[in-house]
């Protein structure tokens, strides 16, 4: 059992090693992705940003202000 263990623990590592290069461009990747996204919909984030930070400061005036 220990040795079907250490086996198993010597080919993780080596498959992990070599896919290194492989998870960093995935990573790469995955980046190009959301900045693309977030470009495209950038006027439609920008608009919810407002209106939440709106909310937030109408919120925020609420608790701040003085009664009466």
Known sequence: MKN???N??????????EEDAQGLT???LLAVI????AALFKDKIMGIIRGKLG???KGVGGI????G
């Open 8 to 17: 198993l623990k010597a080919k993780v590592s080596s498959f992990c090693k």
């Open 55 to 57: 909310d937030l400061e």
């Open 64 to 67: 701040t202000s003085e009664p």
């Open 26 to 28: 995935e990573y790469i």
């Open 4 to 6: 079907l263990i250490k």
């Open 34 to 37: 959301v900045v693309a996204i």
